[in-house]
């Protein structure tokens, strides 16, 4: 369960695994549902959205059936930053919708400072905003 916190290089994660769909398949790990790609950007944005939305019967059935159809593969990936922004309405039902799982969480996590950097380029990058300091609590 990878839970992308943002600007820590999600994006290119999960479209290497969508890109390496069958690949990961031989090697017995199941990236269900991969969401491909955009053309621009070459970036996905996972395949968990689906955790946070919705209700719990919806999504814990959903996870059931994801499961029942891993393709015989006994490790099974989801990945979305959502995970992470959402976090505190998603893990209280976490231990329900993996009942007789072994889960393992992954996040990565950058450096301050870089971390800063990185979301002020892309502040730049899609708005208008050149200032980053309305956005940091100094």
């Known amino acids: 369960l990878h839970i992308g916190l943002p600007k820590t290089g999600s994006s ?5 695994l969508a890109k390496n769909y069958d690949l990961l398949i031989r090697k017995g790990i199941f ?25 719990q019967n919806s999504i814990k059935e959903n996870i059931q059936n994801i499961l029942s159809n891993s393709k015989g593969c006994y490790n099974i990936l989801f990945s979305s930053e959502f995970l992470f922004l ?12 993996f009942l007789g799982h072994k889960v393992k969480v992954i996040l990565y996590i950058r450096r301050q400072d870089l971390w800063v950097q990185s979301l002020q380029t892309q502040y730049i990058k899609y708005t208008v ?10």
């Not at 290119?12 to 290497?16: G, T």
């Not at 905003?129 to 100094?138: A, G, Q, R, S, V």
């Open 12 to 16: 290119a994660l999960q479209s290497f």
């Open 31 to 55: 990236y269900p549902e991969p969401q491909q790609p955009s053309q621009n950007f070459e970036t996905s944005s996972g395949n968990a959205m689906f955790l946070v939305s919705g209700d």
């Open 86 to 97: 959402n976090a505190m309405d998603f893990f209280p039902y976490l231990r329900d919708y």
């Open 129 to 138: 905003e050149t200032e980053i300091t309305p956005y940091i609590d100094i």
